[in-house]
């Protein structure tokens, strides 16, 4: 009788020591290491300096890191492990590591999965940027700063953060562009960037009861201790949508990929708006504003390709040039207070834009800035008129009716426009 065994034989990296340091701080690895990168627990610091990051050498091929039990580790240097080929980080045997430097696991597209040290107070910035297959990770209760872009990019759709958590900062950029469809706020937290979940495709966010300068209801999540800001609308949120009377500032990426919304209803008391508010609302038809505008740039209403009537009931200050450039679905421009100035080529390409009407003097019509409206047929301005500006109204072949019932003091080639 005959008996066979296979022994499965994984291989490991070798590591590199700095001289004289007992083999206590890990400078790199050898240039012919591959495969798992095992720390033993003597070892205190793993060292990196730019441009020779620790692990620069074997970045293709070592595929996980692992520490021996009760691991002696309290340093790991920015980015030593930045653009490896790493799928799995365990660090639950770092219980003296208090801080993830910045960079640490950046750019690793196939790191699948991270447990992080139970005792680790900061998170730095971009530690998990680009991390293309990162879907989850489970935030220890110690955690208290989250650093800026720490997620950022990364393929992240759930962190799991327990009600007994301590964190309290999250820095510019949290999770901008990750895929994160919810979180939850706990009561410790006492800091949010205004830019922490930029073009995140957030589906639900709960908050703490406890928390006192944040709030989420019906979908929609307040920030401040008076809820005046409107940090952010769950992409679920759908039909119309009328901000609170409490609310003052709308925050970056608010509307972010909120599909479903229809139409949109501001209050007069709302004094800042910020950029690339209504970023693909793709199904939004009508938007209303009721009090005084300070400006609409180019970047608000990115791919709002169904925008059909915008509702001015105050002055606006600027609407900046190509703002709603090519807006293909908008028919109607309705400005019932005054207007500073409209931008060179503001809606040219409007091709279903039929009326404008502004009910208050606009100082200035800038260049090409209804050029190309085809339908446009009726444009009203009731007050005076300082300046239109060159071609404004270039291949507008169907305006009929062009009612200016103050003074004009500079024309440049209207008539010779349509």
């Given at each position: 009788?005959?008996?066979?065994?296979?022994?499965?034989?994984?291989?490991?990296?070798?590591?590199?020591?700095?001289?004289?340091?007992?083999?206590?701080?890990?400078?790199?690895?050898?240039?012919?290491?591959?495969?798992?990168?095992?720390?033993?627990?003597?070892?205190?610091?793993?060292?990196?300096?730019?441009?020779?990051?620790?692990?620069k050498?074997?970045k293709?091929?070592?595929?996980?890191?692992?520490?021996?039990?009760?691991?002696k580790?309290?340093?790991?240097?920015?980015?030593?492990?930045?653009?490896?080929s790493?799928?799995?980080?365990?660090?639950?045997?770092?219980?003296?590591?208090?801080?993830?430097?910045?960079?640490?696991?950046?750019?690793?597209?196939?790191?699948?999965?991270?447990?992080?040290?139970?005792?680790?107070?900061?998170?730095?910035?971009?530690?998990?940027?680009?991390?293309?297959?990162?879907?989850?990770i489970d935030?220890?209760d110690?955690?208290?700063?989250?650093?800026?872009?720490?997620?950022?990019?990364?393929?992240?759709t759930?962190?799991n953060?327990?009600?007994?958590s301590?964190?309290?900062?999250?820095?510019?950029?949290?999770?901008?562009?990750?895929?994160?469809?919810?979180?939850?706020?706990?009561?410790?937290?006492?800091?949010?960037?205004?830019?922490?979940?930029?073009?995140?495709?957030?589906?639900?966010?709960?908050?703490?009861?406890?928390?006192?300068?944040?709030?989420?209801?019906?979908?929609?999540?307040?920030?401040?201790?008076?809820?005046?800001?409107?940090?952010?609308?769950?992409?679920?949120?759908?039909?119309?949508?009328?901000?609170?009377?409490?609310?003052?500032?709308?925050?970056?990426?608010?509307?972010y990929?909120?599909?479903?919304?229809?139409?949109?209803?501001?209050?007069?008391h709302?004094?800042?708006?910020?950029?690339?508010t209504?970023?693909?609302?793709?199904?939004?038809t009508?938007?209303?504003?009721?009090?005084?505008?300070?400006?609409?740039?180019?970047?608000?209403?990115?791919?709002?390709e169904?925008?059909?009537?915008?509702?001015?009931?105050?002055?606006?200050?600027?609407?900046?040039?190509?703002?709603?450039?090519?807006?293909?679905?908008?028919?109607n421009?309705?400005i019932?207070?005054d207007?500073?100035?409209?931008?060179?080529?503001?809606f040219?390409?409007?091709?279903?834009?039929?009326?404008?009407?502004?009910?208050?003097?606009?100082?200035?019509?800038?260049?090409?800035?209804?050029?190309?409206?085809?339908?446009?047929?009726?444009?009203?301005i009731?007050?005076?008129?300082?300046?239109?500006?060159?071609?404004?109204?270039?291949?507008?072949?169907?305006?009929?009716?062009?009612?200016?019932?103050?003074?004009?003091?500079?024309?440049?080639?209207?008539?010779?426009?349509?």
């Open positions: 009788m005959y008996f066979y065994f296979i022994v499965f034989i994984s291989s490991t990296v070798t590591l590199e020591y700095r001289e004289n340091s007992n083999n206590q701080v890990v400078i790199g690895c050898t240039t012919d290491s591959s495969g798992e990168v095992f720390i033993p627990k003597d070892v205190t610091e793993i060292y990196s300096s730019y441009p020779n990051y620790a692990f050498n074997c293709d091929s070592i595929t996980s890191l692992k520490f021996e039990d009760n691991s580790i309290t340093s790991i240097s920015s980015s030593s492990f930045s653009y490896t790493l799928e799995s980080a365990n660090l639950s045997e770092c219980k003296q590591l208090t801080l993830l430097n910045s960079n640490v696991f950046s750019n690793c597209k196939y790191l699948k999965l991270v447990i992080l040290p139970p005792n680790i107070s900061e998170i730095g910035g971009y530690c998990f940027q680009y991390t293309e297959n990162l879907t989850l935030l220890p110690s955690v208290v700063t989250l650093g800026s872009n720490a997620f950022q990019n990364s393929c992240l759930t962190i953060i327990s009600p007994d301590k964190l309290k900062t999250i820095y510019y950029g949290g999770f901008s562009s990750a895929k994160l469809s919810s979180i939850f706020i706990p009561k410790s937290v006492t800091s949010i960037s205004s830019e922490t979940f930029d073009q995140c495709p957030l589906e639900n966010i709960t908050v703490d009861p406890e928390n006192t300068i944040c709030k989420c209801d019906s979908k929609s999540f307040y920030k401040e201790t008076d809820n005046s800001t409107l940090f952010r609308v769950c992409v679920s949120y759908s039909g119309e949508y009328i901000v609170a009377s409490y609310v003052t500032k709308i925050n970056s990426y608010c509307f990929k909120c599909v479903n919304i229809s139409s949109i209803e501001l209050h007069e709302i004094t800042s708006l910020g950029s690339k209504f970023w693909y609302c793709t199904s939004l009508n938007i209303t504003f009721n009090g005084h505008v300070d400006s609409i740039s180019s970047d608000y209403f990115s791919n709002c169904s925008l059909t009537n915008i509702l001015f009931n105050g002055n606006v200050l600027y609407i900046y040039g190509n703002a709603f450039y090519n807006f293909k679905s908008l028919t421009i309705t019932k207070g207007i500073n100035q409209i931008g060179n080529n503001a040219q390409g409007c091709t279903s834009l039929t009326c404008v009407t502004i009910l208050g003097k606009a100082t200035k019509i800038g260049q090409y800035t209804f050029s190309g409206c085809s339908k446009l047929t009726n444009l009203t009731s007050g005076n008129i300082f300046q239109i500006g060159v071609n404004a109204f270039q291949d507008c072949e169907s305006l009929k009716s062009f009612i200016i019932k103050g003074s004009i003091k500079d024309i440049k080639d209207i008539i010779a426009d349509y």
